[in-house]
């Protein structure tokens, strides 16, 4: 039986973030090439995706290229960004069929122009998809994506269409390239590594962490199931004490 049965679909995280991490030590493992790790995760994100979407989960946000992966070797980048490519391509269908909105986060002038032209063709294709928002964090980095914001909203300053005291959350969040999704409720990263590595810093403030033994090439629908299930099984407080939550619920209930 599937753990999907297992789930309570009342309790769902909103947004859902993902580090897909262990493509190259998945290959290694298997006496293969770092680039055929690379290949066999964009079967997880398929797997992910859909699983997501069964669920009903409003917005997943994947980590696929960050701004220090450019230091990787020549021959791995562009192999990342001709797979970039031919996997969007390959997907149209699935996102039109799952009802997938596509988006992206992060600096993409720096992404090759064909891989741009492919993003913004199928993020063209899908803007009028309602089921789940997927995004796509590519060239991002989460200290760029703040002391971007920083710098807009300096400018906003100087030139006195905002002031200093109106800096709250809400202002900064939407200066972030994320400022159209819901906040992060779960934030999932594959292989055994237990850090963050410059993902989202400012929108996990709250959110559940998650750390999974299995590479990604690996991860598949039950994985995703599984990491729901450990989500739900999790109090969030948001510095409020267990009390405090006992008596909201209440409250609500009556």
């Known amino acids: 039986m599937s753990l999907k049965t297992k789930i309570n679909l009342d309790k769902l995280p909103n947004h859902v973030a993902v580090i897909m991490d262990g493509n190259g030590r ?12 690379h290949k066999k995760g964009v079967e997880a994100v398929r797997e992910t995706v859909e699983a997501a979407t069964e669920l009903g989960i409003e917005a997943l946000t994947l980590f696929a290229f960050s701004t220090e992966n450019w230091n990787r070797p020549k021959f791995e980048v562009d192999t990342l960004m001709s797979l970039l ?4 391509k390959k997907e149209i269908q699935t996102f039109q069929k799952n009802n997938v909105r596509l988006q992206t986060i992060g600096n993409l002038d720096k992404l090759p122009k064909k891989a ?18 997927l995004t796509l964090a590519l060239n ?15 400018k906003k300053i100087v030139n006195n269409e905002l002031k200093i005291e109106e800096i709250d959350e809400n ?8 400022f159209t999704l819901p906040g ?3 934030l999932v990263r594959t292989s055994g590594e237990k850090r963050i590595s410059n993902f989202l810093l400012w929108q996990i403030a709250y959110a559940e962490l998650y750390f999974t033994e299995v590479l990604w ?6 994985d995703f199931y599984e990491a729901i299930l450990n989500y739900q099984s999790r109090e969030r407080r948001f510095g409020k004490t267990s009390k405090q939550i006992e008596n909201s619920n209440k409250k609500l209930e009556d």
């Open 26 to 37: 998945w290959a290694k493992k298997q006496g293969f090439k770092r680039v055929l790790g």
């Open 85 to 88: 490519i031919s996997s969007l």
């Open 171 to 178: 202002i900064i969040n939407s200066h972030l390239y994320t």
């Open 217 to 222: 090439p690996d991860f598949n629908k039950e």
């Open 140 to 154: 991002y980095g989460a200290r760029e994506e703040i002391i971007n914001a920083t710098k807009c909203i300096s």
């Open 116 to 133: 741009k032209k492919t993003l913004d063709e199928v993020i063209d294709l899908t803007k009028n998809n309602s089921q789940l928002t």
């Open 184 to 186: 992060v409720d779960f």
